[in-house]
């Protein structure tokens, strides 16, 4: 894929020849109607490994939690939530992408 784009995400440079083994691009949506808290994907894959190489991971504004909206003490849960999203979606990025 040689395009300037990654889904919602805009690349300069397109997605390719970058000198790194893996980009991810992080974008954000407040989409109050829809059930998603965050969506990956990978965008381009090595021509040899077919190894993902540039990916993207989009959140919704919308659900997530901060600290901010939180009584003392809920804010850590929120915290690991994110935490475990993100980690949940990068899995997304290098493996178990359509």
Not at 45 to 63: C, E, Q, T, W
Not at 74 to 90: D, G, P, R, Y
Request: charged share 15%; hydrophobic share 35%.
């Amino acid at each position: 894929m040689n395009s300037n784009k990654c889904y919602k995400a805009h690349t300069p440079g397109g997605t390719h020849n970058r000198n790194a083994d893996l980009v991810v691009y992080v974008t954000m949506t407040n989409e109050p109607n829809e059930g998603f808290l965050a969506w990956a994907t990978s965008c381009n894959k090595d021509a040899g490994s077919l190894r993902p190489n540039v990916g993207m991971i989009n959140f919704n504004y919308h659900h997530l939690k901060t600290s901010a909206a939180h009584v003392k003490g809920e804010w850590k849960t929120a915290l690991e939530n994110q935490i475990s999203t993100v980690m949940h979606e990068l899995t997304h990025v290098l493996a178990f992408s359509s």
